[in-house]
């Protein structure tokens, strides 16, 4: 079955970095219409789309497209290792309001949007979470 394990989080002072890593199972991440979600959630708030990235095909070979929110762009980057079938988040100068629970999605259903692929309820597979937290 699906299973989706983050790691690498932790305790960071603001403008560090931090790379968190998700690593799947029970499916392939370069099939068609995999789309894998990066969400971050804090007490009493609702999971708050960070990015998502999904695969593309072409005579290159398998590359993959990328989706951030715009309270991230520039400062994280998502990237897949097919080989590993993982996905990773790299954070770079976060902030305090970096602080949350991370998790990883996955769902089979194809995204066309940024809203949706940004979106919770689009994703039917979740990890655990881990826990990010940056002090100022």
């Known amino acids: 079955q699906v299973q989706l394990v983050e790691s690498g989080g932790g305790s960071v002072q603001a403008g560090g970095s931090l790379r968190l890593s998700c690593a799947a199972s029970?499916?392939?991440?370069?099939?068609?219409?995999?789309?894998m979600g990066w969400f971050r959630q804090t007490p009493g708030q609702e999971r708050e789309g960070v990015g998502a990235?999904?695969?593309?095909?072409?005579?290159?070979?398998?590359?993959?497209?990328?989706d951030y929110a715009d309270s991230v762009r520039d400062r994280f980057t998502i990237s897949i290792d097919y080989i590993n079938n993982s996905i990773y988040l790299q954070m770079n100068s976060v902030q305090p309001e970096d602080t949350a629970m991370y998790y990883c999605?996955?769902?089979?259903?194809?995204?066309?949007?940024?809203?949706?692929?940004?979106?919770?309820?689009?994703?039917?597979?979740w990890g655990q979470g881990t826990q990010v937290t940056v002090s100022s």
């Open positions: 990235v999904w695969p593309h095909t072409s005579h290159l070979g398998t590359l993959y497209y990328v």
């Open positions: 999605a996955a769902t089979s259903s194809p995204l066309g949007t940024t809203i949706t692929r940004l979106m919770s309820r689009s994703y039917n597979s």
């Open positions: 029970g499916f392939r991440l370069r099939d068609e219409n995999m789309y």
